[in-house]
């Protein structure tokens, strides 16, 4: 190892022109170099507490990366990302019509959940479903052709943004708040199976105050449907802030009888924790209980006259857990060569 | 043969498809301890229980997008409404998410459910409960409408719409339910199903036609009963499904008879009626109308009217069809028919 980086390093210092020897300070140098066996395989975490309701205990407060993990869920959160602000580039030059919700600024939670669940249990969304369709297995090229209206997407173009079907995956709902009963009801027939999967079941604080899904909640949990309801609270329905929508924004105290987690939403190992811990209540054989949790994000900017496109670059983009893409910690190079995450 | 009520038909064609498909379960209120509101369902939670008969609290929105979903992830789930006025409060998922789905998937989310219950007017149950939805839901494509009369269209068309891939509004009738009509013994067989789209001419005839669905078909074979001793001979058609609706029988006896008439429990304006007449007009067989074709049906009232609302259509019915100027009447088709309101 140490002959080669000699070796490069004289390269480098035959392009540049100077001489390794006079140890002159310019010139290119290898000043330092990691290879693959010197990173960590594994890190612990300390994660965010989540607020508990009606359950004696929450999920952990450490959790456990490995490698491995801690690239898919960066690829995963990253391959969103710009696959969001390029379908906004596209809706923006009119190549993509009618609706288009973007999810850019909260994929720590599609793959947190995606993380924390099999890929044979279900999910089901609302209208912001970009994210969700791609951790749940649709290719990039079959979303943008269905988000652009051609037959080579996922609907053959006849569903659009809001109306993406996958296996175990119901789409994309358009109606605000319709999806939650039907989440209910795939959990029904989960339960009637015997199969011992569960169905996560999402909605937006704007959803959270719709009638149906009190009815919802109250059949969930007087049949005890293996069912997570997740909140995703993005501050804005529409236009519209919480607090000027919901008498009460503690959306995970709004199950009443259902038990529900506050949790940290901008954090993927936060929303696994949470998800894992909400997952293995629901499960058959176990407690065999909904449950409700909130995932609080700071508010993106969603193309609100309100918020605007400045308060958007202000968000810390892709999280891993405290390390941002842009700020390389020693954490990070403990456990990724650069070169690895760049690319 | 056998006299069977409507009501013992759609509970056995429901025991029957509970035995023959695990995937298949009724949800609804009252349905399983109560034995159903009008004790369609009785005895089935006794046999099938708590997991395949489920009564659910009052939450029409919340339990029918239940059903929709349980359709979705592979059940074959009997959505029962009290009555299609409740309808209503669920129609959101009845059309966005039950109807559109196979559509907007482009194929790929089949739902395979039965929204059924009592439809129309009952006797003096008030406008609010009075409501036919046979139009409202036969406007939607995605759907499909079934209305049946008797015994025999209530079993068979119950068995294909719980066998059908799509979703099916289902039409009973409340007044129909203690009737009993006679039943073949094939008609009483496991699988005996009848095809969704297909009328039945009921009472074959040459003079007029009479096109009708649900309760209503009676009515037409009782009137016509009344004027073949006058000499009018009344064809009368029983719809079956009102989506699709099956045009070609309707032309083919237009062809025969060249008059019209429709007889139905719904409101004038944009209804079932309306739509056969639209068919008719601006199909190929409009040249076989001598004259212009109407719509007669029962004024829905508002308020407690009672008995004389249920004894209406006939009245009216019959009282249009004496009418000078009718053309069914008159027989050589000259005169001006009147719209009956």
């Known amino acids: 190892m140490k002959t080669m980086l000699a070796i490069i390093s004289n390269a480098l210092c035959r392009i540049t022109g100077r001489s390794a020897v006079s140890g002159s300070t310019l010139g290119a140098r290898v000043v330092a170099s990691r290879s693959l066996s010197d990173f960590t395989p ?55 019509r009618g609706f288009c919700h973007l999810y850019d600024g909260q994929e720590a939670c599609a793959a947190g959940i995606e993380a924390a669940i099999n890929p044979s249990d279900h999910l089901i969304t609302a209208y912001r479903a970009h994210g969700y369709t791609f951790t749940r297995g649709v290719s990039i090229r079959e979303i943008l052709a ?144 909904a449950l409700l949790l909130l995932l609080a994000m700071r508010a993106p900017a969603r193309g609100d006259a309100i918020l605007g496109r400045h308060a958007f670059l202000g968000i810390t983009p892709v999280r891993v857990k405290g390390l941002t893409f842009a700020n390389v910690s020693s954490l990070i190079c403990d456990f990724y060569g650069s070169s690895e995450l760049l690319h | 043969c056998s006299a069977v009520t409507v009501r013992d038909a759609l509970n056995q064609a429901m025991d029957e498809e509970l035995e023959r498909d695990e995937r298949v379960f ?169 095809p969704i789209g297909k009328a039945k001419v009921e009472r074959q005839g040459s003079h007029v036609t009479l096109v009708s669905h649900s309760r209503f078909v009676g009515h037409c074979l009782d009137a016509a009963a009344v004027l073949a001793k006058e000499g009018v001979d009344c064809e009368v058609i029983n719809l079956r499904t009102i989506r699709p609706m099956d045009v070609e029988c309707i032309e083919g006896s237009v062809m025969k008879t060249n008059h019209l008439v429709t007889v139905e429990g719904g409101w004038p304006q944009f209804g079932v009626g309306a739509e056969i007449c639209a068919r008719i007009m601006e199909g190929e067989k409009f040249t076989c109308l001598v004259s212009s074709q109407f719509i007669s049906q029962k004024p829905v009232q508002s ?20 009418l000078p100027g009718c053309p069914g009447y008159q027989g050589n088709g000259r005169g001006h028919p009147h719209a009956v309101r």
Not at chain 1, 60 to 70: H, I
Not at chain 1, 75 to 96: F, G, H, N, P, S
Not at chain 2, 303 to 322: A, E, I, K, W, Y
Request: hydrophobic share 40%; net charge neutral.
């Open chain 1, 42 to 96: 594994q890190a612990t975490f300390d994660i965010k507490k989540c607020d508990v309701h009606r359950l004696e205990a929450g999920p952990p407060v450490r959790a456990e990366l490995t490698r491995e993990q801690g690239l898919q869920y960066y690829r995963t959160m990253q391959t969103v990302r710009r696959m969001e602000l390029k379908a906004d580039q596209l809706y923006k030059q009119k190549i993509i």
């Open chain 1, 146 to 289: 269905e988000l652009t209206g051609r037959r080579g997407g996922v609907a053959k173009g006849k569903g659009g943004s809001m109306h993406m079907y996958a296996p175990h995956f119901y789409g994309g709902n358009g109606i605000v708040g319709a999806q939650v009963p039907l989440g209910a009801g795939i959990a029904l027939a989960c339960q009637y199976q015997g199969n011992n999967q569960i169905c996560v079941t999402l909605y937006g604080d704007g959803a959270a105050n719709q009638g149906q899904l009190f009815e919802t909640f109250n059949m969930a949990a007087l049949w005890k449907l293996p069912c997570i309801f997740v909140c995703e609270n993005n501050k804005y329905g529409m236009g519209t802030s919480v607090e000027r929508a919901s008498a009460s924004t503690d959306y995970y105290k709004r199950g009443d009888f259902i038990p529900g987690l506050r949790v940290d939403g901008m954090d993927v190992l936060c929303v696994r924790e949470a998800a894992k811990f909400a997952a293995d209540h629901c499960r058959a054989g176990k407690v065999s209980e």
């Open chain 2, 26 to 194: 009724l949800l609804g209120e009252e349905v399983a301890q109560y034995d159903g509101a009008y004790k369609v369902s009785r005895g089935l939670w006794k046999k099938y229980g708590d997991k395949r008969i489920i009564d659910t609290p009052i939450s029409e929105m919340g339990f029918a997008g239940i059903a929709v979903g349980a359709a979705m992830a592979g059940l074959r789930p009997i959505c029962e409404f009290m009555t299609f006025n409740f309808s209503m409060q669920a129609i959101d998922q009845v059309i966005n998410s039950a109807a559109k789905t196979y559509y907007m998937s482009a194929g790929l989310q089949p739902v395979p459910i039965v929204f059924r219950g009592p439809n129309g007017a009952s006797a003096g149950v008030a406008a609010q409960h009075s409501q036919c939805f046979a139009a409202w839901y036969a406007h939607c494509p995605g759907l499909k409408v079934v209305s049946p009369w008797n015994s025999e269209d209530a079993r068979g068309l119950l068995k294909a719409a719980i066998r059908d891939d799509n979703p099916v509004v289902f039409l009973e009738n409340e007044l129909l339910y203690g009737v009993p009509f006679e039943m073949s013994d094939e008609s009483q067989s496991k699988d005996f199903t009848i």
């Open chain 2, 303 to 322: 308020g407690p009217v009672v008995h004389s609302d249920l004894c209406l259509p006939v009245v009216f019915f019959r009282s249009c069809l004496q």
